[in-house]
Every structure is written in structure tokens, then in C-alpha cells.
């Protein structure tokens, strides 16, 4: 059965904060969940973005789901130290975590002053980083030349199996690239189906993995306050590559979205004060996908955790049953 996850979203909720959610997530019904990896919020107005590694020690130590996060490998973090902090978390919580890994965006990778690539070369530099962690993982000595540079890494703990390593992919084309060497891939809800097509890509080109969803959505007692959270919070997160790849600051979001329409929102943001419709989405999302994490674009998450709890999973899983 498809797994229906929790997204806990750092650029917008204080990490705090965000262990109380993910707590509350767990009581709710959640199977699992996720969390993102930002250096920078995407807006000024949700004003966050706290450490994931440190966050996820404590996720993991206060629930008992499974929990996994998204990695830029290669500027902001070298692959030989993302290799070390995820087995780490392995090791401490067998089974129980996984790390999908993506070439990053501008905004979160350019505070280390190293020069943003261009995008094929970030798509290489991703898939170098990959094969780096995955044979540190196994154990492997590991020396390397190239776009990333290693010299003699071994990772001294790492958990019995290793951790699972996904693609985060936006498009079909790394879709069609992380059939070759991930385990599995994460990709979002797009408008137009967009997503569907990341998934029939990867399939098409050998994967065999686990194809996930991450899905945003707002909920609100009224449609016009479901419609505000979505405009307020999620309409600098509307636009696809290259431009959300390569504004480097929120300030550069917050400009290029002063234009964004509400309808262009809603187009990106699964928007209702229904219940009933957001089932409706969910239950449709799980029959092409093997896990789906939702994530409600408000920065309170209290009141979607208890209509989740109360409503939306049990029917869900209903359904799915």
C-alpha cells in the first residue's frame, strides 16, 4: 500500500517548531516523513531555515516512523561529509532513514562563494557526489578526481545495510539519469501532470526503485483563507529551471514573483477547504506513486494535522485498503 507521508518544510517553520510538527504527524496516522535542506527561505515572509542534520537527530530520537530528507551533495556540502552524516543517522536509526539527492539550486549553494555551475555541470557533479557516497557506504576507501575532489575517505561507522539513496528530480530528463544510479526517486506535483511524466521517464529508462511524491497543498477552514495561505506562502515557489535553480536570494524570489497570480498558484498547490477534495487528490496521487508526502504550504500546522488525523488519513486509508 502507498505510504502517505508528512513534508516538513525548514524554510518555513522554525526547527522547534518543526519537532513539535513532526511529532504531532506521527500521532496523527502519518506513515513517515520528510523534511527539505535549505540554507535560505524562499520568501522573506516564511523567515526560516534551520540545520537539517542536526534537526533529524532529533526527529528520528523523538518518533518512530521513518524519516527521510533532501541532500545537495557537491558545493555547500562535500559528498565525503554528506556520506558521514547520513550513515551516522543510519547507524543510529536502522531502517528508518533515507536521502535523496538533487544538483541543488543557487539559493542555498552559493554562500560557500564558489562559482553556481552550469547545469550540466551541476547534473555531473551531482552524479560523481552520488558515487562517492554510495561506495562510502559500503565501506569503500575512496579517492577521486575530478569535479569533486576526495582524498583517502572512509567512513568509520556506517549502519549494517546502507541507507537508501534516491534522485530528487524535477524533470523527466533526471528522471531518465537517476534510473542509472539511484535506488528509487522523489519528485513533486506539477501543473499540468508534469510529475507523471518524471515518473514514466525514470521507468522507461530501466528504474525499478520506489517513485515518491512530494505534494503541496493548503487547507483552511474557508476556501478564501486555503487561497491565502497558498498566495502568501508558496507563490515564489512557482517557477520551474532554470530561474528557481538560479536566483540566489529570497529577495530575488520575492521580485520575481510580484507579478504571480493566484490562479498560477493554485495551479502548483493542491488549494481547498474540503476534506472531502483533498481525499480525493491524495487517493488519486497513491495509485501511481509508492509513497506520498504531503505537504500543507502554511506555516501553522496544527490545525492540517488535526483535520489530517481526524478526516482526511482515516479516509485515505480506507480507500486504499
Not at 513534508?7 to 513539535?20: D, G, M, N, W
Not at 535542506?37 to 537539517?52: E, K
Not at 506562502?233 to 536566483?247: A, E, I, M, S, Y
Request: glycine share 8%; charged share 20%.
Amino acid at each position: 500500500m502507498t505510504a502517505i507521508g508528512f513534508h516538513a518544510s525548514h524554510e518555513q517553520i522554525a526547527p522547534s517548531q518543526l519537532l513539535k510538527d513532526v511529532v504531532q504527524a506521527e500521532q496523527a496516522g502519518f506513515d513517515a516523513a520528510m523534511c527539505s535542506d535549505h540554507f535560505m527561505p524562499w520568501s522573506q515572509r516564511q523567515g526560516h531555515s534551520g540545520f537539517a542534520s542536526s534537526w533529524l537527530g532529533a526527529a528520528l530520537a523523538s518518533t518512530e516512523f521513518n524519516i527521510g530528507s533532501v541532500i545537495a551533495p557537491g558545493q555547500r556540502y562535500h559528498p565525503a561529509v554528506v556520506a558521514q552524516a547520513t550513515a551516522t543517522l543510519g547507524e543510529m536509526f536502522p531502517g528508518r532513514y533515507w536521502a535523496a539527492l538533487g544538483a541543488g539550486q543557487a539559493m542555498n549553494e552559493h554562500v560557500t562563494g564558489d562559482r553556481w555551475p552550469d547545469h550540466q555541470t551541476r547534473r555531473r557533479r551531482l552524479e560523481e557526489s552520488a558515487d562517492i557516497i554510495r561506495r562510502l557506504h559500503r565501506g569503500e576507501t575512496v579517492s577521486r578526481s575530478g569535479l569533486v575532489e576526495v582524498d583517502t575517505a572512509y567512513l568509520y561507522d556506517r549502519p549494517a545495510d546502507p541507507i537508501p539513496t534516491y534522485g530528487a528530480c524535477i524533470t523527466p530528463a533526471s528522471a531518465q539519469r537517476a534510473a542509472v544510479w539511484a535506488d528509487g526517486i522523489i519528485t513533486l506535483n506539477q501543473p499540468g501532470g508534469q510529475h507523471h511524466e518524471v515518473r514514466k521517464a525514470y521507468r522507461e529508462a530501466g528504474g525499478t526503485g520506489p517513485v515518491m511524491l512530494q505534494a503541496h497543498l493548503s487547507w483552511a477552514p474557508t476556501r478564501a483563507r486555503a487561497e491565502e495561505i497558498a498566495y502568501d506562502q508558496w507563490r515564489t515557489n512557482v517557477f520551474g529551471p532554470p530561474l528557481d535553480q538560479d536566483l540566489p536570494t529570497p529577495e530575488h524570489f520575492d521580485s520575481a514573483a510580484a507579478e504571480v497570480g493566484l490562479q498560477t498558484v493554485l495551479d502548483a498547490v493542491w488549494t481547498s477547504e474540503s476534506a472531502q477534495q483533498h481525499i480525493e487528490w491524495i487517493v488519486q496521487a497513491a495509485e501511481d506513486f509508492d509513497a506520498v508526502y504531503l505537504h500543507h504550504v502554511g506555516q501553522e500546522q496544527a490545525p492540517w494535522l488535526e483535520v489530517a488525523a481526524e478526516t482526511i488519513l482515516p479516509a485515505v486509508n480506507e480507500e486504499l485498503n
